[in-house]
């Protein structure tokens, strides 16, 4: 007789007891989810993190004594932890849940109580999806006084022929995988950048000034008529579907959720393809769900080149998997040699000639 699944283990870490007894209430409404511990603070989680082991925390920001930020500091080098962070919806809590997702935190929810959140049925439904996701996240730890990598050389001289645009999708794991991209290109690519990451409004703000100011590539957060422009990014305004119109022309539409986000990266993707003229590269980088899978199928069919990570690079690997799965996948790679590759294709189809003619008439190309 088969034997059920042990059930994931979760330490609650907060400062406020109402909000622990919530927590804890929500989380063991769920099958097979056991709260096994609770902290008041940062001092009493680091000991009972590596005394009783759990499979997940979920992390307040703000305690006395040792901080949320600074607990993750001292305990991810030496227990990497899946974590969710609980956060308040609010520029300010944005701003330092990004920073808590950069350290390695592993995802967020808006904290039960706090501006902004829903109520506590759909608290407990994000949380209970994001816990379970974060149970078998790969989790990455950023290395003590590491700086980004050395941007990869390599840019081709010689005539522009076609801008190509590079339009990627990101959910749990990618502000810091997106950082960890952009922050190793070289600057001056011929190549304009959209990308879609699953985060609420003032979240995708901090998100989008943080790649700007890692990254050698200026990025903005969308707005209604945002235009896609040779070496700049544009990043999907958190609530509202990024379409790109004719001339790279953005458009912002609060249409129905896609696979229960919005934004989503398969309109961005599909409305690309409807409405460019120039290459595309789509990537698809880690994430829960199928997000992307189906942008990338839009994108082969147009005669572009499909590109997503492998499973050891990916904090959570569900779409690059679904990605992958649809069999259109040019390359299936680790984080750290996407960069380098994305160099080499833009290169390629940017001093290529009449690109838009074969794809305009319908003629794919081979993969790069």
């Known amino acids: 007789m088969p034997t059920s699944p042990a059930p994931i283990r979760v330490l609650i870490v907060d400062d406020s007891s109402y909000v622990r007894m919530v927590l804890a209430r929500l989380l063991e409404s769920a099958r097979g989810i056991e709260v096994i511990g609770h902290a008041r603070d940062g001092f009493e989680a680091l000991s009972l993190v590596q005394e009783l082991k759990p499979d997940v925390v979920t992390l307040d920001v703000e305690m006395p004594r040792m901080s949320g930020l600074e607990l993750l500091e001292k305990l991810l080098p030496i227990y990497p932890v899946p974590v969710v962070m609980l956060s308040s919806l609010t520029h300010t809590g944005a701003e330092v849940t990004m920073r ?75 502000p810091q995988t997106l950082h960890t991209l952009f922050s190793s290109l070289p600057p001056g690519l011929p190549a304009s950048w959209a990308v879609t990451q699953h985060m609420p409004p003032s979240f995708t703000t901090s998100l989008a000034a943080r790649l700007a100011a890692a990254s050698p590539i200026p990025f903005e957060e969308a707005s209604e008529g945002s235009v896609l422009k040779p070496g700049a990014g544009v990043l999907a305004r958190g609530d509202t579907h990024m379409i790109i119109g004719p001339q790279g022309v953005v458009h912002l539409a609060r249409s129905e959720p896609v696979w229960g986000c919005r934004p989503a990266a398969d309109p961005m993707m599909a409305s690309a393809t409807e409405n460019l003229t120039g290459p595309l590269i789509g990537v698809v980088l880690t994430g829960m769900g199928s997000d992307g899978a189906e942008g990338l199928k839009r994108i082969k069919q147009a005669g572009g080149v499909a590109i997503a990570q492998d499973k050891h690079s990916s904090i959570i690997y569900g779409m690059p998997k679904a990605a992958a799965q649809t069999g259109v996948c040019d390359h299936i790679l680790p984080l750290s040699e996407i960069p380098a590759r994305l160099v080499e294709i833009i290169n390629d189809l940017a001093t290529r000639r009449g690109w838009g003619q074969r794809r305009n008439e319908g003629v794919g190309r081979r993969a790069v």
């Open 100 to 174: 808590a997702l950069q350290l390695g935190a592993v995802d967020f929810i808006g904290k039960p109580g706090s501006a902004g959140v829903p109520d506590l049925e759909a608290v407990q439904n994000q949380l209970v999806v994001k816990v379970r996701a974060a149970a078998s996240a790969n989790v990455h730890v950023p290395a003590a006084g590491s700086t980004p990598a050395a941007p990869i050389s390599g840019i081709r001289t010689g005539v522009v022929h076609q801008t190509p645009t590079v339009l990627v999708a990101a959910s749990t794991g990618g």
